[in-house]
């Protein structure tokens, strides 16, 4: 054998036109034209990844549901980190997800954000972290990436599309918007072969019928304007819902 082959034989080597392998098992998605995009076949644990929707409330959620539902009937908790408005209870009890498993964080700034999910990633106590943070940079977002390294842990950071020409550690960032009525989500950034063409995706059928999302409550879902900003949460606390 090549030293060329040797080295492209070895584990921690890939190649840009082929599937990347995943150190640890990822989680699926509930749907089946995403988990074939996405490396290991579902959601990445123990890495951050980036979601980029076209605005608040176009299905963040929705996409995330069936994983988040999977893990609260396995009696894991999940922490949500200054979410920007209300989550809206009955949407998420109808989506399977056990609101007893649901830990809210409230914080005052995007500072305040950004220490709170660097401390739950690194804590070992939460199947999956989700955060809105308003503002952060490369390096800001490298703590975050090594902080949920090693980790089986869901990491997710929801932030807006303008950041979408932005560098990031994040070996998965997605952007969603909408298409025919459905969302279409496209793969910005893998590790593994460029994905071109969006992917649509039908809103996931739950004991025989469809389930809406509207994210939050004043929230609908796919609404083409946004509220005001007087809706946002700014106290500082943890609740669960």
């Known amino acids: 054998m090549s030293a060329l082959a040797e080295i492209l034989a070895h584990p921690a080597i890939w190649r840009g036109s082929e599937p990347v392998a995943v150190s640890l098992p990822s989680l699926p998605s509930g749907f089946p034209a995403l988990d074939a995009v996405l490396p290991g076949g579902g959601w990445p644990t123990a890495t951050l990844t980036e979601i980029l929707p076209q605005h608040e409330g176009i299905g963040e959620l929705r996409i995330l549901g069936h994983t988040l539902s999977r893990l609260t009937d396995q009696g894991r908790f999940l922490v949500w980190i200054a979410p920007p408005y209300l989550p809206y209870a009955p949407a998420l009890r109808s989506a399977g997800i056990d609101l007893a498993r649901l830990i809210i964080v409230k ?26 943070p308003l503002t952060a940079n490369y390096a800001e977002l490298r703590r975050l990436q090594i902080a949920a390294e090693g980790n089986p842990v869901l990491a997710v950071l929801f932030r807006s599309p303008r950041v979408a020409r932005e560098t990031t550690p994040a070996p998965l960032r997605l952007s969603l918007a909408t298409a025919h009525g459905e969302l279409a989500v496209r793969v910005l950034k893998r590790r593994g072969a460029p994905l071109v063409n969006p992917i649509l995706l039908r809103s ?7 389930v809406q999302w509207p994210l939050f409550a004043h929230h609908a879902v796919d609404r083409t304007r946004l509220p005001s900003p007087a809706a946002r949460i700014v106290p500082a606390s943890v609740n669960a819902v």
């Open 107 to 132: 914080t005052h700034s995007p500072r305040e954000t950004l220490w709170a999910t660097e401390q739950a990633l690194r804590s070992n106590a939460c199947a999956a972290v989700l955060a809105w």
């Open 204 to 210: 996931p059928a739950v004991a025989g019928r469809r």
